[in-house]
């Protein structure tokens, strides 16, 4: 009797660590997905970039007025060069040059695995120096969200960028694991935070420390906005606000009321074109020298 109730308990037992040790596969695997095309009234240059490892980042290029700019967008976790389209559209209307792109193993753009930054910097990389020599004479900026921030910071090469943009980024890979294990399972879900990074550092062959963006802020070396909201339970208010006592000046910060982990241009709408319009100018626009 006592086995038959043994059974089931050990059965258990290994399901979940069956289950758990997929976790790694499943967090590091590709979002690829065919992007399409863009309606008329849009027009947009399909470009490839030649990536370090022989392969090509996919985006659009949106050329726009001479000595106005250029920005690079960069989207977040699991998603593609679709989400920053709104803000490529009033970014081309303020007269900025605009490369939206895919990030490795995102979209149209091929790849392995999703590595959190560590692979996705190297196409922010080819794709500042791609935007360097298609505007020559322009200044550059970027602007990226979550994933794409943290592939912003986590670039080896100095990308002398005149102007960043921050949204929704994580300070450590560990907060930003912890904090998405105790949204599904509730704060007990810490108990599986070592397992998970086990497993990422063992897919990924990277440490930890390789993946959180705080390590690297002070590197930018660019003037830097970060945003965030107030809601935000994936990158909480007290994260974003340590990142930003560690990064450089000139820096500013806009914490966001009522704002989730989603969309800031979506959510904040004129205020977000407004704020995110005067910080480019201010540092890609040369009249206002």
């Known amino acids: 009797m006592q086995h038959k109730t043994l059974f089931p308990v050990l059965a258990a037992i290994a399901g979940i660590t069956l289950a758990l040790f997929a976790t790694g596969p499943l967090l590091t695997a590709p979002a690829s997905t065919a992007v399409g095309t863009l309606s008329a009234d849009f027009p947009v240059e399909p470009v490839e970039i030649p990536a370090a490892d022989g392969s090509a980042v ?36 303020q007269g900025y040059s605009v490369l939206f792109i895919d990030l490795q193993a995102h979209g149209e753009t091929p790849g392995d695995n999703i590595t959190f930054g560590l692979r996705e910097s190297e196409n922010v990389e080819a794709s500042v120096a791609y935007l360097r020599t298609t505007f020559p004479s322009e200044r550059i900026g970027a602007i990226g969200a979550s994933l794409g921030a943290a592939a912003i910071v986590l670039a080896k090469r100095n990308l002398k960028l005149d102007a960043v943009i921050l949204e929704s980024l994580h300070p450590t890979i560990e907060e930003a694991v912890n904090n998405r294990l105790k949204l599904h399972f509730g704060e007990h879900g810490s108990i599986l935070l070592p397992l998970v990074l086990w497993q990422l550092s063992f897919y990924l062959d990277t440490a930890p420390e390789q993946l959180s963006p705080i390590t690297r802020i002070n590197d ?36 966001v009321p009522g704002a989730w982990h989603f969309n800031m241009h979506s959510y904040a709408g004129r205020e977000y074109e407004q704020r995110v319009s005067d910080f480019l100018a201010a540092y890609l626009r040369r009249n206002h020298d």
């Open 220 to 255: 930018l070396n660019s003037p830097v906005l970060f945003i965030s909201g107030t809601r935000d339970a994936h990158t909480t208010q007290a994260e974003t606000e340590r990142l930003y006592a560690a990064a450089r000046f000139p820096k500013e910060l806009w914490i």
């Open 58 to 93: 996919h985006g659009w290029l949106v050329r726009g007025k001479p000595g106005g700019g250029a920005v690079l967008l960069v989207h977040s976790m699991r998603s593609n060069r679709l989400e920053m389209l709104s803000r490529a559209r009033f970014l081309k209307d």
